[in-house]
């Protein structure tokens, strides 16, 4: 192409240079013992154990919380590793992710 003189700037040099952020979701089911959700959280998530009742009673009663962010690679990864857990004992436990606003 033909140099116009004209310098491009990218646009990320005037941001603050830090990663997207993705949420991880647990979301409630009527199956899933709850002692077995409080243990993928610890497991998976590095939680306390009153931190993780916490998270759970909260899915439990309106239908899904917010576990922790991450990086979406992290989140993702995260995610899928506590719900295929949940998979290998034949529990339909699910966590999600999503992009936070
Ligand atoms: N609702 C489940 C039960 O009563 C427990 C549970 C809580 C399952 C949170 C999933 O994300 C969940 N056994």
């Known amino acids: 192409m033909a140099d116009t003189g004209t310098k491009t700037r990218s646009k990320t040099a005037l941001k603050t ?8 979701i647990l979301v409630n089911d009527d199956f899933t013992p709850r002692d077995f959700v409080v243990r993928v959280l610890k497991a998976e998530f590095r939680v306390p154990e009153s931190q993780a009742m ?31 857990l949940a998979r290998s004992m034949g529990f339909p436990l699910l966590f999600t992710t999503e992009p936070e606003e």
């Open 54 to 84: 916490g998270i759970m009673l909260t899915a439990h009663t309106k239908g899904s919380c917010v576990v922790a962010v991450f990086t979406r690679e992290i989140a993702e990864e995260k995610a899928g590793r506590a719900t295929d």
């Open 17 to 24: 240079a830090r990663p997207p952020l993705h949420k991880v």
